[in-house]
Every structure is written in C-alpha cells, then in structure tokens.
C-alpha cells in the first residue's frame, strides 16, 4: 500500500480538506524557493527525488517578510504544471493591499492552485520587528482566511504553534486567536516545527475545548546542523531541548552522525505523534531529501498499517 493520492480523485483537483477527511495520515514536504541558480538546481533535484514517493501535497514557503513572493508563485506554478506533486502555496497578508491579495489569489486560481496556507507574515527586515498594516491590507491571519474562502473553491491551512505563538502574551490567548482562524473557516492546520509531543497534544486539546477541531498537522524537521537549529530556536523561541541539543554537540564534527540523530529523533517523533493520532506530517525538507526519506522509511510501517 502506498501513501498516493486515492485514484478516485485527479490530483491537480485535490484540496487538502478533502484528502483529510478521506484517508489518513497525509504525509506532504515544505520547501522553500530559490534565491538563486545554484539553489533552484538544487530545489529541483529534491523535488525529482521525492516526487516518486507520491506524498499528499509540497509546501512551498515565503522569505521573512513575504520577500520571495514571485519566487513562490512562479515556483508553486511549475510544480503544478510540470511535475504529479499537488502544490500547497504559502500565502502572508504582510505589506500588501486588499487589492493585491484578490489578484494574487486569482492568478493561483487560474493555474488550478487550489490549497493555501494562509499567514499574516513576519515584518519585512526583521522578523522580529513590530508588525504594522498596509493601510490598504489586512491585520490579522484570520481576515486572509475569510479573504481566500470568498474568493473562490479554496482549501486553507493555517499555522500553528505548539510552543506557544512567540507575539501572544499568553498561551491562553494564543489558542484563542487559532481559534478565531478556525471559525473563520480553516480547513487544516499545520505546525511550527516542535521536539515535544506533550506540545502538540496541549494545543490540540486546548483547542478542541474553545469548540476547534480543525486538523493540525505536525510540522517536523529531521536536524542536519546544529547552528542551524540553534538559530531557529532563537529567532522563534521553539524549545531545542538541552538533552538533544548536548547529543548534537558533541558530535558536531561530524555531519553524518548528526544527520543520524536527526533522523533517529525526527522518526521517534513522528511515530508517536501518528501513535496519538495526529493527522499526518509535514515534513520540513530545507530543500533537500536524503534525512527526509529516512525518516519516511522509517514510518512507513506505521503510515501503512493507520491507512488500512
């Protein structure tokens, strides 16, 4: 049995809400687009290797600030016209206007872009910055929801944040704004990238409690370096658990043991998740796919026997 698409439904028709209701779990890669020559060869060489694993859908992201925005849309095109993949494309409301979001949204709908994961964005610059609104624009994730949705035949993810949404000043306000995202129509949800189960299972039940039971995907990434990770940490506030992170460390010469124990941690992680009935995974690929299709092999026991 494989993870494909059910062939009862073309895939360039699918929507994400539609392949979370008929099977489970949906396993799907993000990726981020490319900057420059070197970086596209590589994007699509990734992309060549896992397209044969037939995952559900790609992710395809933004640059802080919404700065690869035609990088995204010209990159989420190409998937959806010359490869089997089905696109999910990353759209943010940051420093555009209502105006400029329709047209956007109905170029996706022209290319049969049909599944968005709709983010108000970080501040352009600096992530970190305050955020402030187009005049013409959207303040909130939850008004680009009911923007997309009344747009057109969209399916719409949103993001999640096991760890806490890093601008919330509490975690009880937190869940509160997700929950408004949901009621404002979002299909599915997918996660910020976490290391505790015990995370994700909070927000989830939280959640559940302020009436929301949209799916939320675990957003997973297999560690490949440690700088890399500890700045992640930084700039999100996601916990990098000291136990891990002293593993890492101290082999941190060598990249094949750190890819390693990023694989050994991403599956553990993953089959448990799947184990307490996560929807699926959505796994982070940083454009590459060797770590990645370890951990699917991994799970693929798992994934089979849930489907069944």
Same mark, same amino acid.
Not at 32 to 54: C, G, S
């Given at each position: 049995?494989?993870?494909?698409?059910?062939?009862?439904?073309?895939?360039?028709?699918?929507?994400?809400?539609?392949?979370l209701?008929? $099977?489970?779990?949906?396993?799907?890669?993000?990726?981020?687009?490319? $900057?420059?020559?070197?970086?596209?060869?590589?994007?699509?060489?990734?992309?060549? &290797?896992?397209?044969?694993?037939?995952? @559900?859908?790609?992710?395809?992201?933004?640059?802080?600030?919404?700065?690869?925005?035609?990088?995204?849309?010209?990159?989420?095109?190409?998937?959806?016209?010359?490869?089997?993949?089905?696109?999910?494309?990353?759209?943010?409301?940051?420093?555009?206007s209502?105006?400029?979001?329709?047209?956007?949204?109905?170029?996706?709908?022209?290319?049969?872009?049909?599944?968005?994961?709709a983010?108000?964005?970080? =501040?352009?610059?600096?992530? !970190?910055?305050?955020?402030?609104?187009?005049?013409?624009?959207?303040?909130?994730?939850?008004?680009?929801?009911?923007?997309?949705?009344e747009?057109?035949?969209?399916?719409?993810?949103?993001?999640?944040? =096991?760890?806490?949404?890093?601008?919330?000043?509490?975690?009880?306000?937190?869940?509160?704004?997700?929950?408004?995202?949901?009621?404002?129509g979002?299909?599915?949800?997918?996660? !910020?990238?976490?290391?505790?189960?015990? @995370?994700?299972?909070?927000?989830? @039940?939280?959640? &559940?409690?302020?009436?929301?039971?949209?799916?939320?995907? =675990?957003?997973?990434? =297999?560690?490949?370096?440690?700088? !890399?990770?500890?700045?992640?940490?930084?700039?999100?506030?996601?916990?990098?658990?000291?136990?891990?992170? &002293?593993?890492? $460390?101290?082999?941190?010469?060598?990249?094949?043991?750190?890819?390693?124990?990023?694989?050994?941690?991403?599956?553990?992680?993953?089959?448990?998740?799947?184990?307490?009935?996560?929807?699926?995974?959505?796994?982070?690929?940083?454009?590459?796919?060797?770590?990645? $299709?370890?951990?699917?092999?991994?799970?693929?026991?798992?994934?089979?026997d849930?489907?069944?």
């Amino acid at each position: 049995m494989t993870l494909g698409l059910p062939t009862t439904m073309p895939r360039e028709d699918a929507k994400i809400s539609d392949l979370l209701r008929m $099977r489970k779990p949906c396993i799907s890669f993000e990726m981020f687009p490319p $900057r420059t020559e070197k970086e596209e060869r590589v994007l699509w060489k990734t992309i060549r &290797a896992l397209e044969p694993l037939n995952p @559900d859908w790609v992710s395809i992201t933004y640059g802080a600030g919404g700065k690869t925005r035609e990088t995204t849309v010209e990159t989420t095109d190409r998937i959806a016209t010359e490869t089997t993949l089905l696109p999910m494309a990353h759209f943010t409301a940051v420093d555009h206007s209502v105006a400029e979001l329709r047209n956007l949204i109905g170029h996706f709908a022209n290319v049969g872009v049909r599944n968005i994961l709709a983010l108000r964005g970080d =501040p352009p610059g600096d992530p !970190q910055a305050d955020w402030v609104s187009h005049p013409d624009g959207l303040t909130y994730a939850h008004e680009l929801v009911e923007l997309i949705k009344e747009s057109g035949d969209f399916s719409v993810g949103v993001a999640a944040f =096991p760890e806490g949404h890093p601008r919330s000043p509490d975690w009880e306000t937190g869940v509160r704004h997700f929950a408004e995202k949901c009621r404002a129509g979002a299909d599915f949800a997918v996660t !910020q990238i976490f290391f505790g189960v015990e @995370d994700y299972l909070r927000l989830r @039940d939280d959640a &559940a409690k302020l009436g929301c039971d949209t799916p939320i995907i =675990p957003g997973i990434m =297999p560690v490949t370096n440690v700088r !890399q990770i500890e700045k992640f940490a930084e700039l999100t506030g996601m916990a990098f658990p000291e136990d891990l992170a &002293a593993r890492l $460390r101290a082999v941190a010469d060598d990249r094949d043991a750190i890819r390693d124990i990023g694989v050994e941690v991403a599956s553990e992680l993953c089959e448990e998740l799947l184990r307490e009935g996560a929807p699926g995974v959505q796994f982070v690929t940083l454009n590459h796919s060797r770590s990645t $299709r370890r951990v699917w092999d991994n799970i693929r026991p798992l994934t089979e026997d849930a489907a069944r």
